[in-house]
């Protein structure tokens, strides 16, 4: 099958009308006519991926955040650079094709990045109620909630805000750019990326604050692609269901960070 | 010894404004968040940040009127008026700021007045002068004022180093915990650095990052400026990012600030409070 047969089951299979109007979910990299000989799904097409979706024989990617660093892929400032000519080489050189998968991957229900997140916490059972972004935790502390949660998603520089001894029981949780607001019934905010100051409202601070003052409040900053991966697998799994003429692999970006070793904790 | 009478905080913004440097504008953000005007400046701290442990701090050191480059009251507009109104910058316009019975916004505002103190924000303007001070800043505070290239204050090319021995040095010298983050093989050794502190956007990377070894970055965007650092390496290039975050890379500014207003208000004792990095990793 080629690229845009894949892309027709998707739509086929979304369990709601496609959004035309995205001008994300397109393809990025490569014909729509290539014939795919396995699929990649992952959180972001950085080339490293891109490098190993083709050693595992895998030539279409469907990636979830863009693959030319911005959100619209916009290429057109970019054709000098020369990271951007080694990246679209590679891809034309190994019959790459590259297309984005996300405005309406979160738009269906339910949302398989949604899914990825709190099945990789563990949290799946503990949804304060249906459809609810707010999960209530056996009480712990700050410090050992942020330990366990490096664990499950196996993060190298998540960051965390407020006293690691305070006690934590209710956790609002957000993924990719988007940060949770503090209110008085939420105990630890979780996000993948945010700006840190600046904003109409700024958790960080906040949280920093209360904690100053003695209130049992934390932040817990997982990064984007920390956030978001997890549901690209769910998506691999979901792809299976529907598209058997062609291997399907999650393949993961990875998080993109490590911390130094003198960051004092 | 005739005791001097000792200026206003008010007396002390007025000179800033005058001497800024750049025309001052009158719709900005540098105004009074807290506190009185008219209250006599007994020392001036200037910071990343008005936290409250800056705050807390500065009560104890018997400073009172704290010069802070980003918010005080968790938000852009520090809970007052947009001074353009109507003009939103974009960013999460329509989106409300803290709510004036917030318990942390109360218990802080009550803070500042128990303690007479008053803060001032100082960012538009400060965020104009030249030679950059957030980057001639964050080289003093680095010991590399000595191998800035040519004129340019965003380029040092210091001795060769690992990677990872620099993310250590920073992590020292900056005082930063888990707020920073690195790109790149740790034994990459770099010798030609790019400030980029503060926000950064994707063009200032595609910039530098070609014509040096590694970008010393405040904050940037994940599917940005980060994943073009990851496609460069990935391409073969012995290189580098390192994200510091938004305040650790711009708070040694206002140590340049603190320099500053020395020379413009000789006869108030002014020191940089650092607020430091607001992250911690866990173990």
Known sequence: MTATDVVERIKKNLGIP??????????????????????????????????????????????????FWNDQDKVQDLAADPIYKFKVEFCTKNNMVVWRFHDNIHARRPDLIWVGLVRALGWTDRAAGPNQRSFTLPPTTLGALAADVTKQLGSRALRVVG???????????????????????????????????????????????????????????????????????????????????????FVRAGEPFWSPKAGSR | MLAQRSLTAQQVVDPIRKNAG??????????????????????????????????????KDKTNLVVTLEPTFFGRLDAQPDPVAGAGRGVGRG???????????????EFIRRNELVVWRFTDHWRGRKPDPFATGLAGVLGWTKYQVGDDVFRYDVPAVTLTTLADELAKRLKARAGIRVIGDPQTRVRRIALLPGVSTLAAAMKSLPECDVLLAGETREWESVEYAQDTVASGQKKGMIMLGRVVSEEPGMNVCTGWLKALVPEVPVRWMAAGDPYWGPA
């Open chain 1, 18 to 67: 496609w959004n035309e109007q995205t001008t994300r979910d397109t393809f990025k990299a490569g014909s729509p006519d290539t014939e795919v000989k396995g699929i990649a799904t992952t959180f972001m097409a950085t080339l490293d991926m891109i490098q190993r979706a083709h050693a595992a024989g895998l030539n279409m990617v469907i990636t979830h955040e863009p693959t």
């Open chain 1, 163 to 249: 006293n690691p001894d305070a006690r934590v029981s209710t956790v609002a949780l957000a993924m990719g750019y988007g940060m949770p607001r503090v209110s008085p019934d939420i105990d630890v905010v979780m996000g993948g990326e945010n700006p840190e100051t600046g904003g109409p409202f700024d958790d960080s601070e906040y949280v920093l604050d209360a904690a100053a003052l003695g209130k049992n409040k934390g932040q817990i900053i997982l990064g984007h692609a920390i956030s978001e991966e997890p549901g690209m697998e769910d998506c691999a799994n979901w792809l299976r269901t529907f598209i058997t003429e062609t291997p399907i692999q």
């Open chain 2, 22 to 59: 750049v025309p001052w504008q009158p719709l900005s953000l540098d105004t009074f968040k807290a506190g009185d005007p008219a209250t006599p400046v007994t020392g001036i701290a200037t910071t990343g940040m008005a936290t409250m442990d800056v705050l807390t701090r500065a009560s």
């Open chain 2, 95 to 109: 989106q409300a700021s803290v709510s004036a019975d917030d318990p942390v916004y109360a218990a802080k505002r």
